[in-house]
């Protein structure tokens, strides 16, 4: 089967990222499937950066460790990455900066002779990936024409250059079929809450999750979309409630920092009853923690924060397709049951790199909210109030409205068993099942296939979708649960539901977890 | 001219001789008012923080926003970007705007959106019984600061002058004539409008007749001229024993931050086209 990883490192300044999502573009003109996983410090120059750019044959949403392609533009990354090359892999280096064996490429003195800028060095070397793996200089050029939109004719010159400067050694074939858009998934979140009738937009930057404010700030005007950067996350959860209050249905964004200060926001949602959506991209703490890197610890947070007892949505959607489909239902939800919703995403899968699949996506339709009514006199009330939104310490008032408000978890767990919130991937009969949640979607069905075991995928963390997770599970003697924190927060609320995890396998360095990882623990635990 | 029901079922729980009660007389008669020059009484929104002045929402039956401790100013923001064409205008404490929340209050001034905010300014928490704030001049003693305060008070509207707020403007709570005065003019002002109301809190800190020594309408006063404005709101600091100023101190225009958002969003099947037009330049 056709499956190869291309990495592009250097310093953080010579366009590593724009460099990798060319390659893909172009891989993905050949017909293949493509996944990116970004790595990259919380700097703006320097430090060390890389793209690893997988193609397959089959879709994929995980990273390999080891690459068939490294494209080095500086000593560190021959040094930090030569390693991971399979047998057969290629280095393509500057060899006018850099020393190491492999295909070099005098890219620098190249770059010299034509007199352009020095963060072309990325163009001439895709010219000279293209041409060492095979793949046709129109096809490049093509990319090229639609991707760079400054000094197009100089990238092409300088691409053409490293492109004719390099020897031909593998041959890449196109598989005849269509390439699929490949996005990010802020922006497929972004898109799923655009088409459930997103009317405003509202954040702090932070990441994971700036890229959702990007995107919704760079799209205002074509989706019809009010996008508010304000003074804090403070400012931003409360301005989210005037929205609500006024009728516009309105989302925040944030990572685990800013959602701190916007839990006296999210309980007071759940007091006036309304609607909030939160979407929470986590990354590793506790504290600032590591900023730019990955995980999946802010799922007890995500269902405790916020003082008192109020109903709330839950979701962690694995991929673009899922996050298309849960991020409008989310903000359906909240809006037809008048409570908080937050989706869980976190770096992998918010900043990762994915073909989206337009048909197979699933569509959440459009909850329409009651508009401003004039007429009537609306009241919102952070302290407990009666039904018409007075101030009330009464004790039955206080009773009646609390269970009011609670009742509404029931509801929606009902309307939930409706949906597929988990799903089964792998052998299906196997009695030894991973079972994951949120981004680890990819690897673990990627492993499980692979050793033929079962994987059990969950989207909706709250209401816990207890009937579909022990359906999805029946049969399995053995549950290992993946997770990127190191408490095994979802084992954890799946041992209180009577659903019994065998062993736990966590990953909490900051990095996802790859599938020859994954793979090697997992074998470990089935022997 | 039509009467408005203005009340409702909540009982009054402010102390016999609370300053908030000319605020809120006041303001009902401004709401009044603005009804019979056509601006409906439906299309006005109340918002109100946290402490004895927010209560002011529950006893006036209009739409209303009943905020937390320090957040008046984004909620009344979003309203007014969300549906400019509403009148929001934020009630809110010194404990309330001028501590816990005045980075908002800053940015509002600086977006110059265009809401009204009224400063229940009595200088005191009175709901939490009795400890300093933001506007305490140096020395009070409070319950949490039972030797006297060690730090010198903020003068509120020269925070907002530098800021950008484009109306400014002081009463108390012993004139309600003025107030209703001033309250008119800062709601009907186009821009960010704030009114600082020395509104006296006669349980905790009772300054009645402290301020009606020491108070003065303005006169001849430019409100356009930003040098005169600035003299006259610093002639007393909110500290050390002065004449105080009361009137309309600034006044100037600037476009203000609701206007960069009227945009509509386009019908469900549009949305659709152009989603798939999005994914479609993504290939």
């Known amino acids: 089967m056709k499956d190869f990883s291309v990495l592009i490192a250097g310093k953080a300044g010579f366009g590593i990222d724009k460099a990798g999502s060319i390659i893909a573009s172009i891989l993905n003109q050949l017909g293949l499937r493509i996944y990116i996983y970004r790595d990259y410090p919380s700097l703006i120059r320097g430090g060390h950066t890389f793209s690893i750019i997988r193609a397959s044959e089959k879709r994929i949403s995980a990273h390999k460790d080891k690459v068939d392609f490294v494209l080095a533009l500086d000593q560190e990354t021959v040094i930090l990455h030569k390693q991971r090359l399979n047998k057969k892999g290629k280095l393509i280096y500057d060899s006018s900066a850099v020393k190491s064996e492999g295909l070099g490429i005098g890219i620098s003195n190249i770059i010299k002779e034509e007199n352009a800028s020095e963060i072309m060095r990325n163009t001439c070397i895709i010219g000279s990936f293209c041409k060492i793996a095979g793949i046709n200089w129109e096809i490049l050029d093509k990319v090229f024409r639609k991707n760079i939109d400054r000094e197009l004719d100089s990238n092409l010159k300088i691409a053409r250059r490293g492109f004719d400067a390099a020897q031909q050694e593998g041959n890449i074939e196109a598989i005849r079929r269509a390439p699929m858009p490949l996005i990010t998934g802020n922006e497929a979140i972004g898109l799923g809450l655009v088409n459930a009738g997103l009317k405003a937009y509202i954040a702090y930057p932070m990441t994971p999750s700036s890229g959702i404010l990007h995107f919704m700030a760079s799209n205002a005007e074509n989706f019809g979309l009010k996008v508010v950067h304000p003074e804090s996350e403070i400012s931003v959860m409360l301005m989210s409630l005037g929205f609500a209050y006024a009728g516009e249905k309105c989302v925040v964004g944030t990572s685990g920092g800013g959602f701190c200060l916007m839990t006296e926001g999210l309980s007071f949602s759940g007091m006036a009853e309304l609607p909030a959506v939160i979407v929470l991209g986590q990354r590793p703490g506790p504290s600032t923690g590591l900023p730019t890197y990955t995980s999946q610890t802010e799922l007890k947070f995500a269902l405790s924060a916020g003082q008192g007892e109020f109903t709330r949505f839950i979701v962690a959607p694995a991929d673009p397709e899922d996050a298309y489909f849960w991020a409008g239902t989310a903000l359906n939800l909240a809006w037809k049951y008048r409570i908080p919703s937050i989706i869980l995403s976190d770096k992998t899968m918010a900043e990762g790199i994915y073909n989206f699949d337009t048909g197979s996506a699933d569509k959440p339709g459009e909850e329409n909210p009651a508009s401003w009514q004039a007429g009537l006199v609306k009241k919102a009330n952070?302290?407990?109030?009666?039904?018409?939104?007075?101030?009330?310490?009464?004790?039955?008032?206080?009773?009646?409205?609390?269970?009011?408000?609670?009742?509404?978890?029931?509801?929606?767990?009902?309307?939930?068993?409706?949906?597929?919130?988990?799903?089964?991937?792998?052998?299906?009969?196997?009695?030894?099942?991973?079972?994951?949640?949120?981004?680890?979607?990819?690897?673990?069905?990627?492993?499980?296939?692979?050793?033929?075991?079962?994987?059990?995928?969950?989207?909706?963390?709250?209401?816990?979708?207890?009937?579909?997770?022990?359906?999805?599970?029946?049969?399995?003697?053995?549950?290992?649960?993946?997770?990127?924190?190191?408490?095994a927060q979802f084992a954890g609320l799946c041992n209180c539901a009577g659903i019994k995890i065998s062993k736990n396998i966590l990953k909490y360095d900051g990095r996802p977890f790859s599938v020859e990882e994954l793979e090697r623990l997992v074998k470990k635990e089935i022997k | 001219m039509s009467e408005f029901n203005l009340n409702t079922t909540a009982k009054n729980t402010w102390c016999p001789g609370c300053g908030n009660f000319a605020i809120m007389n006041a303001f009902k008669t401004v709401l009044q008012s603005l009804s019979d020059e056509g601006i409906p009484i439906d299309n006005v929104v109340l918002v109100s923080g946290i402490g004895c002045h927010a209560k002011i929402v529950d006893y006036i039956n209009v739409n209303s926003f009943y905020s937390l401790h320090g957040r008046v100013v984004p909620p009344a923001e979003a309203i007014k970007i969300?549906?400019?064409?509403?009148?929001?205008?934020?009630?809110?404490?010194?404990?309330?705007?001028?501590g816990e929340g005045i980075e908002h209050l800053i940015f509002a001034a600086k977006r110059n959106i265009d809401i009204t905010m009224i400063i229940h300014n009595n200088r005191v928490y009175g709901l939490t019984t009795g400890q300093y704030t933001p506007t305490s001049p140096l020395g009070f003693r409070g319950r949490s600061t039972p030797a006297g305060t060690k730090e010198a008070p903020i003068n509120p509207l020269e925070l907002m002058l530098s800021s950008g707020a484009t109306f400014l403007a002081r009463g108390t709570s012993h004139g309600i004539e003025l107030l209703k005065k001033i309250f008119k003019e800062a709601i009907l002002h186009k821009g960010f409008s704030l009114v600082d109301v020395l509104q006296v809190c006669v349980t905790y800190y009772n300054m009645y007749e402290y301020y009606d020594k020491r108070v003065y309408e303005l006169s001849g006063h430019d409100p356009q001229d930003y040098n005169q404005a600035l003299a006259k709101i610093k002639e007393w600091d909110y500290n050390q024993d002065a004449r105080i100023p009361l009137g309309v101190f600034y006044r100037s225009q600037r476009p203000s931050f609701e206007e960069n958002f009227l945009l509509k969003r386009p019908d469900a099947p549009e949305i659709n086209s152009k989603i798939q037009n999005y994914l479609q330049q993504a290939i």
């Open chain 1, 382 to 487: 952070s302290y407990e109030h009666d039904p018409a939104g007075i101030t009330t310490e009464d004790p039955d008032i206080t009773k009646k409205m609390q269970d009011m408000r609670l009742a509404k978890e029931k509801s929606l767990a009902k309307e939930l068993e409706g949906c597929s919130c988990v799903k089964v991937y792998g052998n299906k009969n196997s009695k030894n099942a991973l079972l994951c949640w949120g981004s680890n979607k990819g690897v673990c069905v990627e492993a499980a296939e692979k050793l033929n075991l079962r994987a059990v995928h969950a989207s909706v963390i709250w209401p816990l979708p207890v009937k579909q997770l022990k359906k999805s599970l029946k049969g399995a003697g053995r549950i290992i649960s993946v997770e990127n924190n190191a408490t």
């Open chain 2, 82 to 98: 969300a549906r400019p064409g509403l009148k929001v205008i934020g009630f809110s404490g010194d404990g309330d705007s001028y």
